[in-house]
Nanobody
Framework: QVQLEESGGGLVQAGGSLRLACAPS????????MGWFRHALGKEREFVTA????????VYADSVQGRFTISRDNAKNTVYLQMNNLKPEDTAVYYC?????????????????WGQGTQVTVSS
């Protein structure tokens, strides 16, 4: 079973930056489509961004486009989320997720594996 773990969350002032990382534990024989979702209190889990295994395809939610950048290092089996110009509305638990396919990547139902989440809090 693939176990994902996020890191890099924390408390930051509005306008600041954070970089999240997500990596699977254990062995893996191939890379996955990787996505980031976030879940704010009182809201449903929402799509943030996704990246294909080759990094050729990347998509962002409108709310983060231009501020967030997803990237991956397949040699390290790690995906990153660089978050710049953070806003209070970015406050949420951020989850990474893995999918075998590049398909309906904006949907949480597309993903096979999920991490436990890391808290990002942006103060105003």
């Amino acid at each position: 079973q693939v176990q994902l773990e996020e890191s890099g969350g924390g408390l930051v002032q509005a306008g600041g930056s954070l970089r999240l990382a997500c990596a699977p534990s254990g062995r893996t024989d191939s890379s996955y489509t990787m996505g980031w979702f976030r879940h704010a209190l009182g809201k449903e889990r929402e799509f943030v961004t996704a990246i294909s295994r080759s990094s050729a395809d990347i998509v962002y939610a409108d709310s983060v486009q231009g501020r967030f950048t997803i990237s991956r290092d397949n040699a390290k089996n790690t995906v990153y989320l660089q978050m710049n110009n953070l806003k209070p509305e970015d406050t949420a638990v951020y989850y990474c997720a893995a999918s075998i396919f590049w398909r309906n990547v904006r949907s949480r139902w597309e993903y096979n594996y999920w991490g436990q989440g890391t808290q990002v809090t942006v103060s105003s």
